[in-house]
């Protein structure tokens, strides 16, 4: 599976921005797409993700801030962020994961960056 990242930007807080990653090839194996960050001196971590059932699930810092969404047809998946804050600064990976052949797997997309101006 390849993922292609794109979206990413300089924006106002308070802004929004929508990301989207791409996916190409053996799709049938995923089960799980998502969005992860990592700000300077920091750990990536997970922001988002979403099944191919549609569960998602957020980190408490973006619940209710970001929106992620999936379309099958696209083989796309989105992530909408409104109400940016500064402290979103980071760059902003695509996930995803899944079962190949019996084995696990996960893959990950360019980042793409995102900057929140104070």
């Known amino acids: 599976v390849q993922l292609q990242a794109s979206g990413g930007g300089l924006v106002q807080a308070g802004e929004s921005l929508r990301l989207s990653c791409a996916a190409s090839g053996s799709l049938s194996s995923i089960n799980r797409m998502g969005w992860y960050r990592q700000a300077p001196g920091k750990q990536r971590e997970l922001v988002a993700d979403?099944?191919?059932?549609?569960?998602?699930n957020y980190a408490d810092s973006v619940k209710g801030r970001f929106t992620i969404s999936g379309d099958s047809a696209k083989n796309t998946v989105y992530m909408q962020m409104n109400s940016l804050k500064p402290e979103d600064t980071a760059v902003y990976y695509c996930?995803?994961?899944?079962?190949?052949?019996?084995?696990?797997?996960?893959?990950w997309g360019q980042g793409t960056l995102v900057t929140v101006s104070s």
């Open positions: 979403i099944t191919t059932t549609g569960s998602t």
């Open positions: 996930n995803a994961q899944g079962v190949w052949f019996r084995q696990r797997y996960e893959n």
